[in-house]
């Protein structure tokens, strides 16, 4: 019967996870372009989809006070507040994950 050693057996072991990580570090630098192109897009959509709390003779001082009043967010208006910041936090740790 042939024996091996455990020194064997581990550095086969070794060689193979290094083989894995290589792989799995390759797939994701080859994935990661095409999950950011497809966030900034969710993330652009759902910036243009929310609705725009002043209006521009709000910014000059104008006399209408429609944009000086506090607006709950309800419904489908808050859900698609709280997917803007998730895509926008997914986003950034997709680019820091790029750089590493």
């Not at 009043?69 to 680019?95: N, P, Q, W």
Request: proline letters at 1%; glycine letters at 8%; a positive charge.
């Amino acid at each position: 019967m042939k024996s091996t050693s455990f020194y064997s057996k581990s550095a086969y072991f070794c060689r193979l996870a290094l083989v894995f990580k290589s792989d799995s570090i390759g797939s994701m630098n080859s994935i990661l372009p095409w999950v950011q192109i497809i966030l900034s897009i969710l993330l652009i959509i759902s910036v243009l989809l929310q609705k725009s709390e002043a209006s521009l003779g709000g910014a000059f001082g104008s006399g209408n006070d429609s944009g000086s009043t506090y607006h709950t967010r309800r419904g489908f208006e808050k859900f698609l507040f709280r997917l803007t910041i998730v895509l926008a936090v997914l986003l950034v740790v997709s680019s820091i994950l790029a750089v590493i």
